[in-house]
């Protein structure tokens, strides 16, 4: 994997992808962030040597590198997932370029399901911890000591410093930010009313199929992350209606402006 690392993260600078200071993945029905966004360079996923190919529709592929609120940037414009087939290493591997290529900071979206009841399609939940349901680990392969601590501590995923900021930013902005847990599911088929019900009873705020991998790399990089889950859908086990992924997609862009406006704030304090 190290050669593949530098093999890819060589072909990015050399095409002008230098020193950038934050990496932002963008989540399902989330990519109204690249019009805030002064392009420099962007290249598709599949002309990346060693990267992986966004195979869902509604994800773009698209490696953005540019200047957001006075700060260099890359971006992920549509991310991978397990269900598409990837293992956790490939899902993962843009996050080891990321930090090869040089940020500081790494800032997560999703799109997710409220499965507290309390939180509202429509709104913004700040991750603070996670479930990872994934059935498997990104660190869990040979070789993987050489490119960080095998034994990667996860007392306090989500950067506390980070999460208060961003907590702050939105009493000013008067946005509502809930703050909880995330579950991470494989997918991509949705989940049964008794699965809903198990989420609730283990601890779970809303449920997703993606950002767990991702964080859990962050962590094995020392790479300060954030993350924060739009939620599409009220996952009510006793009231479930059949999935509209459409409207999902819809909704997520809705709520997608609130997330834009922390972002771009949080990214000027960085």
Known sequence: MIKYIEETTEFLVERGFENPEIGII??????????????IKEISYNHIPNFPTA????????LIYGTLEGKTVVV?????H????????DVTYPVRIMHKLGVKTLLVS??????????????LMLIDDHINLQGGSPLAFKGVEQLGSRF????????????????????????????GVYASVLGPQLETRAEYRYLKTIGA?????????????ANHLDLPVAAVSVL???????????????????????????????FKELITTL
């Not at 995923?157 to 907590?167: A, H, V």
């Not at 009231?239 to 834009?260: T, W």
């Open 26 to 39: 963008l989540g399902t029905g989330l990519g109204q962030l690249i019009n805030e966004i002064e392009i």
């Open 55 to 62: 195979t869902v529709e509604f994800h773009k592929g698209k």
């Open 76 to 80: 992920m414009q549509g991310r991978f």
């Open 82 to 89: 397990l269900y598409e087939g990837y293992s956790l290493q």
């Open 110 to 123: 999703n799109a997710s399901g409220a499965v507290n009841l309390n939180f509202k399609k429509g709104e």
């Open 152 to 179: 990667t501590d996860m007392s306090a995923p989500y950067d506390l410093e980070i999460n208060k900021k961003l907590e702050n930013i939105a009493k000013t902005k008067n946005i509502n930010l809930h703050k």
């Open 205 to 217: 705020d809303a449920v997703g199929m993606s950002t767990v991998p991702e964080v859990i790399v």
């Open 232 to 262: 599409t859908d009220e996952c009510d086990p006793d009231n479930l209606k059949p999935i509209d992924i459409d409207e999902i997609i819809a909704m997520a862009g809705k709520a997608e402006p609130e997330m834009i406006a922390l």
